[in-house]
């Protein structure tokens, strides 16, 4: 398949879509066999009745039956090339039987102007419109140069009409047909490309959802068992067990509001859920009391981008603190933990960065030089041009965000 592009400049001369393999593909052949026979019937009838007649000599029936034979075979067998990728074999065909036709033309005279539609219209169907416009261009012309030179022009110009005319309906339809194929497999590609895309943002969200939801039942959890092992302080241990029952029942309905496509993630509750797992793994929190400095179309982004560095910060690291500080177009978390090295781009931060990509942001993550890691997430602001990248990249140590 050609498609438009710098690439297809030669497009008139290549196919726009090939009369690919279809399930109906070989229906076709046996339908066609028929009504090709039907077809061929008016044209090779009067044919075969000339040289049974046998005024013109053995040798000239004989050649007369195997142009016949030929043509019509050639006519039979023309689907089979259709499916074919490659042009040049469709263009031997076609310029053979073009041959044979005029070979006939030749032996049978003006008389049998009419058999010229059959190749000129299966010539239009199968190659593209530069071809077409070339070899059926050209036969057409000469069909016109012998007609005027026989003296035929006034009474045969109708069939010649007939045959033009015949061969670009053929043209539209083998077009027509080309774009259909063509259009079918772009929607077969688009809708890949919409269920993969719809995977990714399923998982993403799930991930954002669930990793924070079970990460703090599992701190609250192990806290209620230290607590009974230690202390067999029951009525602390019932409470965090409540805790758990409450976080469970509320990430069942996280997880049914994201299938519904209802979840709206609000960032004044994730930072109040932040500090209340940071609270539950003994992390002390630095969190903001007001998110109102914040623009209200990157609220919900950055409610993700703290769920999933709270997330982070209580999984992978043995900080001590954690630290969280907004401003208009940014959000910026740091804690004091042992992260060094470089920082592997996850699901995690592969999902952060594709939120931030949808308002034109950026995500850099980084270790401090002291032990610790950093994560800051950035908006441009209104008045600023921000293309917005396909797929915002975590950027590398000492890039500026």
Not at 72 to 90: A, I, N, T
Request: charged fraction near 25%.
């Amino acid at each position: 398949m050609v498609t438009e592009g710098p690439g297809s400049r030669n497009l008139w001369w290549r196919d726009v879509g090939t009369f690919q393999r279809v399930g109906g593909q070989r229906r076709f052949r046996y339908r066609w066999a028929i009504i090709a026979i039907g077809f061929l019937t008016p044209y090779a009838a009067p044919s075969v009745r000339i040289v049974l007649e046998g005024h013109r000599g053995l040798w000239w029936n004989g050649l007369v039956l195997a142009l016949v034979a030929v043509y019509s075979l050639c006519y039979l067998l023309f689907p089979m090339v259709l499916p074919v990728d490659d042009l040049r074999r469709r263009l031997v065909f076609c310029v053979g039987m073009l041959a044979v036709g005029w070979a006939q033309l030749a032996l049978l005279g003006p008389d049998s102007l009419s058999l010229m539609t059959y190749v000129m219209a299966m010539l239009a169907f199968v190659l593209p419109v530069g071809w077409v416009l070339v070899l059926d261009g050209a036969s057409a012309a000469g069909l016109a140069v012998l007609l005027l030179v026989t003296g035929r022009w006034s009474e045969d110009v109708g069939d010649l009409i007939t045959i033009c005319s015949v061969s670009f309906a053929l043209l539209v339809m083998g077009r027509l047909i080309r774009t259909v194929r063509v259009l079918r497999r772009a929607q077969d590609e688009i809708a890949t490309l919409a269920v993969t895309a719809e995977r990714e943002r399923v998982a993403r969200d799930l991930h954002d959802i669930l990793g924070h939801s079970l990460t703090t039942i599992t701190v609250k959890a192990g806290l209620a068992r230290r607590v009974l092992e230690s202390s067999k302080d029951v009525d602390s241990a019932i409470t965090e067990i409540r805790e758990v029952e409450g976080l469970s029942r509320s990430a069942l309905g996280d997880v049914r509001a994201t299938v519904s496509e209802y979840l709206e993630v609000s960032l004044p509750a994730e930072i109040a859920g932040a500090r209340a797992a940071l609270r539950a793994a003994e992390i002390d929190a630095d969190l903001p009391h007001a998110v109102d400095d914040v623009r209200p179309d990157l609220q919900r982004v950055f409610g993700y981008v703290l769920r999933e560095a709270v997330t982070n910060v209580i999984r992978h690291s043995d900080a001590r603190t954690v630290r969280a500080r907004l401003g208009r177009n940014w959000l910026e978390i740091e804690d004091d933990g042992t992260a060094a090295g470089e920082v592997r781009q996850g699901n995690g931060l592969r999902g952060l960065s594709e939120r931030l990509a949808e308002v034109g942001g950026t995500v850099t993550a980084r270790p401090k030089p002291g032990g610790g890691f950093v994560l800051r997430a950035e908006a441009p602001e209104h008045d600023e041009p921000a293309a917005a990248p396909a797929t915002a990249q975590v950027r590398p140590v000492g890039e500026p965000a």
